[in-house]
């Protein structure tokens, strides 16, 4: 059965740092896109960040560039995001899962497989 275990998540102040972990189970991950996506309190889940499975492209939502970096690890079946100077309009439940396509995050919902772990909760507070 594929599933996902995102971990990483807390409480952080303005300014911040945390790096995410999104481990699969179940089915070996070096084949696909996979993309982080996430939901604020009485919002929508949105895409994040996304990664193709040869690395070598990836892409973010426009509120995180510059700031977020996304990676992964095929040998520990295991993607990250990395969170710099995180923000208060941060704060949401983030989720990993595959995707059909890395590409337009305004989209990427439409693109993502429908197979979700529970998420970790960040949680950016001074």
């Known amino acids: 059965q594929l599933q996902f275990e995102e971990s990483g998540g807390g409480l952080v102040q303005p300014g911040g740092s945390l790096r995410l972990s999104c481990a699969a189970s179940g089915f070996t991950l070096d084949y696909y896109d996979v993309g982080w996506f996430r939901q604020a309190p009485g919002k929508e889940r949105e895409g994040v960040s996304c990664?193709?499975?040869?690395?070598?492209?990836?892409n973010y939502a426009d509120s995180v560039k510059g700031r977020f970096t996304i990676s992964r690890d095929n040998a520990k079946n295991t993607v990250y995001l990395q969170m710099n100077s995180l923000r208060p309009d941060d704060t949401a439940v983030y989720y990993c899962t595959t995707m059909y396509a890395c590409g337009n995050m305004a989209t990427a919902l439409n693109w993502a497989s429908d197979n979700w772990g529970k998420g970790t909760l960040v949680t950016v507070s001074s």
């Open positions: 990664i193709r499975s040869s690395s070598t492209y990836t």
